[in-house]
Nanobody
Framework: VQLVESGGGVAQSGGSLRLSCAASGFAFDYSAIGWFRQAPGKEREGVSCITRSDGFTSYSESVKGRFTISSDNAKKTVYLQMNNLKPEDTGVYYC?????????????????????WGQGTQVTVSS
């Protein structure tokens, strides 16, 4: 099982980036993919989540209205479009998957709910 993130980089405040999470090696269909981020010295926090069965999406309050999660099930790839970036969005972004999870209304709650993780991709937003 492998999750590979890409698309991170440096953006100016107000700019945009699109992250991708490509899933492979699953013997089963994952039920949900979540995006988390971790800033230096801070705990990993949930950002956004998408449920495979019905496409339900959810976001944390800090990114709602600015980030959009989507998926291409045929490609087993999930995207995170990040617009109007702010310096506080800086961090390492991780995608995570699980076979038995349904997204909550406020994005992924607990990193412990997800069994599979990517290696992360750095996002840096300059002011």
């Amino acid at each position: 099982v492998q999750l590979v993130e890409s698309g991170g980089g440096v953006a100016q405040s107000g700019g945009s980036l699109r992250l991708s999470c490509a899933a492979s090696g699953f013997a089963f269909d994952y039920s949900a993919i979540g995006w988390f981020r971790q800033a230096p010295g801070k705990e990993r926090e949930g950002v956004s989540c998408i449920t495979r069965s019905d496409g339900f999406t959810s976001y944390s309050e800090s990114v709602k209205g600015r980030f959009t999660i989507s998926s291409d099930n045929a490609k087993k790839t999930v995207y995170l479009q990040m617009n109007n970036l702010k310096p506080e969005d800086t961090g390492v972004y991780y995608c995570a998957a699980d076979s038995d999870y349904y997204c909550s209304d406020y994005g992924p709650n607990d990193p412990g709910d997800f069994s599979f993780w990517g290696q992360g991709t750095q996002v840096t937003v300059s002011s």
